[in-house]
């Protein structure tokens, strides 16, 4: 009784430390910037290109959306006012601000539970929430339109839950509660609230951890008292774990992206990141519910686009390569961005000529030559006088490839290109646009087409370098695809395929490490270390603003602890509840 | 008589002929033929080259410490008098040096290599028989032969982190103390052995633990020892790590190619270096400013100013007027410290909280910042260099000289001091901002200001050099403690190995590693078609990750079986406690190293910094197959006869690539590449 009413007077001073002056700073904060954007594109049902898994922004733009926000306002950069100069508000921030400080607070309520389950005492859990509730960085953490927040409750939602459940198991048989409906519910709860975790942030994965690592001292306990758990029971107790912390975490995870995916549909300009199909799916995309040639024929036009991530159109432009005689070197470069110089026309090698009409497929195997459009040059592997490879510029192990001018006849088998299909492909039926993943062999240089994910320096315009590899290691820089071929006269067409579920997911999760890998530190960025958090060391500027009422919100360190090493309030109640109780 | 020396023979261990026939065995395929190729092969040109400034006794540092190469120099002084002999790869070597010579001595190093891992599962309590097949997997892995086999600093390292772990078993505090030495002798030579050094710690941690909580010894005594195991585990690596380095430094005091990198202080150091007319900056000095600390990417960054204008405008059409400002990685350009206003204060100190100009000396332009962006970082103020004649007054660049590490004397000392210059008009800082610029800059990096954060940190602080004026030429040599020159040197070091370097065509990743993906071409020959690779022995390096794991849930599953307290024999409970601790040590310092690998160093990383993972592996997997065969004897034996038949066979395939027999036809090349991944270059 004492305990439940300390319960509700800790969640109110809790929501009370929380909400007060909640609607200050009346601009935007720090990475509310980009969770309120991100807001914003669910609502508008932008897709968009982000590190963190989607289920934190879907519940900001919940609350956002149940608050009136309708998608508008783009909360483009730290301090925009979200006022108007007359004093109109543009957009429902401070419910959104709330909705995390609920969050928030409803993560020391757990903390409470947690401490009051495993030390059986009201002050060590008093003690403990008091300290979250005072804790400025919670605060401050607390306050803005974050993920943290949200992560932090999940986080401390699925201690409480495993925490209760083994509270519920004791070696007495009569008061074992296992396999109660009171004993499954925590531990589905756990379950659910540790998928939400890990689909906030994937910093998570340290909670589910922490999560395995107790279940797995829990089974450990019943593994050795073999007087009381048959065998049998044993593996009811595994399966169950089983069954509720990792099944079902791995279910709501992968729901919460099928929910994504079905939310967003609109195309932007984060599209580049993702692959062909994958844009195919847009509205507003180029490639939305286009139709296209069944199969690339000996005589189609078309743009070829690199499966990498990021992935890049082979290009040409009539610009040359330095230091180069001019007739032989106009540069092929991979450029992200769809342009007219993309487009290649496919021609058949001069032998095959007679026996080709219009409409044949290519298949694997079939040697073709490819000629730049805009220019009507031909790609080619560059050769010296002595019919040597030319070194690329900057894989210098590779040859250099260039568009030469037709009309030059020297080395002209270093113009021809065999089309080899990607194993596992059918290659039975010509080779089709998008579906269909191919190399592009010189067969006089034995060498395939490769797009290195490196710039070319100033003299190429911040594109990408392609050249042709002589070995078979890095593969995965020679697979390419058609993606857009201009449809001939009467050649049967076909809309594109769209992909599964599950190759999206994976692309998505593609995605989102490629993105986190370009994050870097770097000289002179104010970054602190983690060494730093434990003793409180540097501060984090959320805002500030030289205004007369100079509103300055400070956040002593622990912003970054939270988020990483999420376990630190827990670590401190642990602290003084053990102090408190032997 | 002949009976006599029969009957002694026969008392022979079987172990003693048997590591002896591996030990000849082994001597033979890495000591034969050394002299092929005749020529500078792959990583030798670097030890080669770098080697030679020795002979010049001129400073020079290396992504890693310098033990290898010091005992190249040492033992063969005139292999490295001229660097034209190691200048490029497949470079013939001259008729009076023969390679054999210099390539015995990792040989010999690489077939010391096999008694010891024999002596390691020996003394980890494994019997003969294990220790023999360990012995066997390291003879005839043609990684290890190969790495062996030229003038590279692997097969150092291999057998002093062995003879290391082979100390450390043993039970005697002497015993763990030379160990101690061999760990900071083998992180001397190569730093990715501070992953074993770890080992060693946590070795010590529980030797002293075991001591600590050993009932016959009393407390005070068994404290004081598992201290004593806990401190020589840890300062002895250091401070053998320290002295190798200092010999080194010793040898090199003269100024050489790499001095930039290092700090003013330790620059003056060496003979023909830096030199100072006086140890306080002056109004009227001139003096070089140098960003204090490492800056990537090149460690050093001077500031300098090109007489160009910023080639930029904004966004709001305002665009620079001044010159430029840079970072350069070298000794570009020099400034005149100049009073703001009393022109004629010359020889005046200068100290902490003075007012100071700064005067290009080549230009004459005054250093100055405005509020206008800088050019990559565009939340920072651009510097540029003004002329005073124009509308600035002297007034509006003004710097404030803050001299961090003041010790009480406020004084601006040269080389010592680190200082930071506050802009007056705008309070912001000057720094560099870690980016390179565009194109326009050529590689410089870029400088600019921005304010203090919240604790009053600022990115960079700066250091004077002062350029000696030619009146005086009496100048004195700064003698700096050696211990902060070489503890500098170190962390230079550890600087330089972190730093990336360009893509390379062999370059790998760790996750190739464990199933030997990656191949590494050494040498080839374009006449005979003879090739030299490096390729692990794929049967042992799958084989060896197979029997790992297998070992791991046995261990796990006897752990499970001994809790649901069933009774044990003895002699299993003994079998699995000797497994669990080969598996501390060996398996976590398989882990450590990988982990160093995958978690510290940048790309590009290469197939060869496995090894010595591997030899862990191939030391475990022989105490696993022993756990096995005495689980299932019959099944166990037959299956390492095939395991060890298939081994051979494999470095039997394998041999002509390894040691770059000349193939006759392209077939028998497609033949070796056993995996697709494997890049042999076929002509």
Not at chain 1, 69 to 90: A, K, V
Not at chain 1, 465 to 484: D, F, L, M, N
Not at chain 2, 166 to 173: E, H, L, R, T
Not at chain 2, 410 to 427: C, P, Q, R
């Amino acid at each position: 009784m004492q305990s439940s009413l300390l319960f509700v007077c800790i969640t109110f001073i809790g929501v009370t430390s929380r909400l007060f002056r909640i609607n200050e700073p009346r601009y935007v904060c720090w990475d509310e910037t980009h969770f309120g954007k991100m807001a914003g594109f669910y609502i508008n049902r932008t897709m968009f290109a982000c590190v963190h898994p989607p289920l934190g922004k879907l519940i900001i733009a919940t609350i956002g959306l149940a608050g009136g926000y309708d998608g508008h306002f783009s909360f483009t950069q730290p301090g925009d006012t979200y006022y108007t100069e007359n004093g109109t508000l543009l957009t429902p921030y401070i419910t959104m601000r709330v909705g995390c400080a609920i969050f928030g607070t409803l993560m020391i309520s757990a903390v409470y539970c947690i401490i009051y389950t495993l030390t059986k005492s009201v002050g060590a859990a008093v003690l403990s929430s008091m300290l979250l509730i005072c804790d400025v960085a919670m605060v401050t953490l607390s306050r803005y339109i974050l993920l943290d927040p949200i992560m932090l409750f999940f986080m401390f939602a699925s201690v409480l839950g495993v925490v209760k459940a083994s509270a519920l198991q004791t070696r007495c048989s009569k008061q074992d509660k296992s396999f109660t409906s009171y004993w499954w519910g925590w531990l589905v709860f756990t379950g659910i609230c540790l998928g939400c975790t890990l689909s906030v942030k994937l910093v998570g994965a340290f909670t589910v951890m922490f999560v395995g690592a107790w279940a797995i001292a829990d089974l450990w306990k019943l593994l050795g008292d073999t007087e009381m758990v048959s065998l049998q029971l044993l593996g009811k107790h595994f399966a169950a774990r089983v069954l509720c912390l990792i099944f079902l975490p791995i279910a709501i995870y992968v729901g919460v992206f099928y929910f994504h995916f079905h939310i967003l549909h609109q195309s932007s300009d984060d599209d580049i990141f993702y692959s062909s199909k994958f844009q195919s799916t847009l509205h507003g995309n180029l490639l939305h519910k286009k139709s296209m040639p069944m199969h690339i024929t000996f005589k189609s036009s078309l743009t070829m686009r690199n499966t990498l991530i990021e992935g890049m159109f082979l290009h040409s432009h009539p610009h040359y390569y330095p230091n180069m005689l001019e007739q032989y070197s106009q540069q092929v470069t991979g450029y992200k961005i769809r342009d007219g110089n993309n487009w290649w026309n496919i021609e058949p090698v001069i032998q095959q000529a007679k026996k080709l009409m219009d409409n044949v497929p290519l298949h694997d195997g079939d040697l073709i030559s490819l000629h730049h459009m805009v220019t009507n040059k031909s790609l080619s592997v560059v050769i010296d006088k002595n019919d040597k490879w030319h070194a690329a510029p900057i894989f210098y192990w590779n040859s250099m490839v260039a568009s030469i001018s037709r009309q030059n006849s020297s080395g002209n088998d270093y113009k021809n290109w065999k089309i080899e299909l990607k194993a596992l492909q059918n290659r039975s039926s010509g080779i089709c646009a998008v579906d269909c993943v191919f190399k592009l062999v010189n067969v006089a240089a034995r060498c395939c087409l490769f797009a290195s994910l490196k710039k070319l320096p100033g003299w190429g315009k911040d594109q990408y370098e392609i050249s042709c590899y002589h070995g078979r290691r890095y593969e995965q820089g020679c697979w390419w695809h058609a993606e857009e071929v201009l449809p001939s006269s009467n050649a049967a067409t076909t809309a594109i395929k769209p992909p599964s579920f599950l190759t999206n997911l994976f692309e998505s999760h593609k995605v989102m490490f490629h993105l986190n890998s370009k994050l870097k530190k770097k000289y002179g960025d104010r970054v602190s270390k983690p060494w730093h958090w434990a003793v409180n060391y540097k501060a984090s500027m959320i805002s500030w603003i030289v205004t007369k009422t100079c509103s300055s919100e400070k956040f002593s360190f622990n912003f970054a602890a939270a988020t990483i090493f999420q376990e630190r309030g827990q670590a401190i109640s642990h602290r003084n509840s053990s102090g408190l109780v032997d | 008589m002949l009976q006599k020396f029969m009957d002694y023979l026969c008392k022979i261990d079987h172990g003693i002929v048997g590591i002896c026939f591996l030990t000849v065995v082994g001597m033979y395929n890495r000591c034969c033929d050394l002299h092929y190729p005749n020529s500078v092969t792959f990583d030798e040109v670097h030890y080669g080259s770098v080697t030679t400034l020795y002979s010049s006794q001129r400073f020079h540092i290396d992504k890693q410490p310098p033990l290898f190469r010091l005992l190249l120099f040492n033992l063969f002084p005139n292999y490295f008098s001229t660097v034209s002999m190691w200048e490029n790869i497949g470079k013939d070597f001259p008729d009076q040096f023969s390679p054999q010579a210099i390539r015995l001595l990792p040989a010999i190093l690489g077939t010391l290599l096999i008694p010891t891992a024999f002596g390691v599962v020996l003394k980890l309590g494994f019997t003969v028989d294990a220790a023999l097949l360990a012995a066997i997997l390291v003879t005839f892995d043609n990684a290890l032969v190969i790495q062996s086999r030229f003038m590279v600093a692997d097969s150092l390292q291999l057998i002093l982190v062995l003879l290391s772990i082979f100390f450390a078993v043993i039970k005697s505090w002497f015993c763990f103390v030379l160990s101690s030495i061999f760990i900071g002798l083998a992180m001397s030579v190569h730093l990715s052995s501070l992953a074993l050094w770890i080992v060693i710690i946590m070795l010590a941690l529980s030797k002293a633990w075991e001591i600590c909580t050993d009932r016959k010894v009393s407390l005070a005594h068994g404290f004081g020892k598992g201290c004593l195991y806990i401190v020589s585990s840890i300062l002895v690596p250091i401070f053998v790590l320290l002295m190798c380095t200092t010999v080194h430094l010793k040898s090199v005091n003269l100024s050489g190619p790499h001095d930039i990198l290092m700090s003013s202080t330790f620059q003056a150091s060496l003979d023909g270096g830096l030199k100072s007319d006086g140890s306080i900056v002056k109004y009227g000095s001139v003096i070089r400013l140098r960003a204090t600390g490492d800056i990537p990417p090149y460690g050093s960054c001077y500031l300098n100013s090109i007489a160009q204008i910023y080639p930029l405008t904004h966004e709001d059409g305002r665009g620079s007027s001044g010159q430029q400002v840079v970072g350069c990685s070298y000794k570009a350009s020099s400034w005149n410290v100049l009073h703001p206003t009393n022109f004629d204060s010359q020889n005046m100190e200068v100290r902490d909280g003075d007012f100071i100009l700064l005067i290009h000396s080549n230009t004459n332009g005054t250093l100055n910042t405005h509020d206008v962006a800088a050019p990559v970082s565009k939340y920072k103020q651009e510097v540029s260099c003004v002329n005073l004649n124009e509308m600035h007054s002297p007034k509006m660049q003004t710097w404030k000289v803050h001299v961090v590490n003041t010790n009480g004397n406020k004084a601006w000392k040269n080389l010592h001091s680190k200082v930071l210059f506050e802009h007056v008009n705008t309070g912001f800082y000057l720094v560099v901002t870690g980016n390179t610029l565009p194109e326009w800059g050529l590689g410089s990096l870029e400088v600019a200001t921005e304010g203090l954060d919240e604790t009053g940190d600022c990115a960079t602080e700066w250091n004077a050099e002062t350029i000696p004026s030619s009146k005086k030429t009496s100048s004195y040599k700064i003698i700096h403690e050696t211990f902060n020159n070489v503890v500098e040197y170190l962390g230079m070091t550890w600087f330089l190995s972190l730093q990336s370097g360009p893509d390379h065509r062999f370059a790998s990743e760790p996750y190739e590693w464990p199933f030997g993906q990656s191949s590494i071409a050494y040498w080839y020959n374009s006449t005979t078609n003879a090739q030299l690779h490096f390729t692990g022995n794929i049967a042992s390096w799958c084989g060896g990750i197979l029997i790992s794991s297998l070992l791991i849930i046995n261990c796990i599953l006897f752990a499970l079986y001994q809790r649901r307290n069933h009774a044990i024999a003895n002699d299993r409970l003994h079998l699995w406690q000797k497994s669990v601790y080969a598996l501390m040590i060996l398996g976590s310092a398989y882990v450590f190293h990988m982990a160093y690998y995958i978690i510290v160093v940048p790309s590009p990383k290469f197939a060869y910094q496995y090894l010595p993972s591997v030899v862990c592996l191939h030391m475990l997997q022989a105490c696993a197959l022993e756990v096995f065969y005495c689980y299932c004897e019959r099944l166990a034996l037959i299956v390492i006869f095939i395991y060890v038949a298939s081994v051979i066979w494999c470095y039997w395939i394998l041999r002509s690539i390894t040691f770059g027999f000349a193939t006759k036809c392209q077939e028998e090349l497609e033949h070796l590449q056993l995996w697709q991944s494997w890049d042999l270059p076929l002509t």
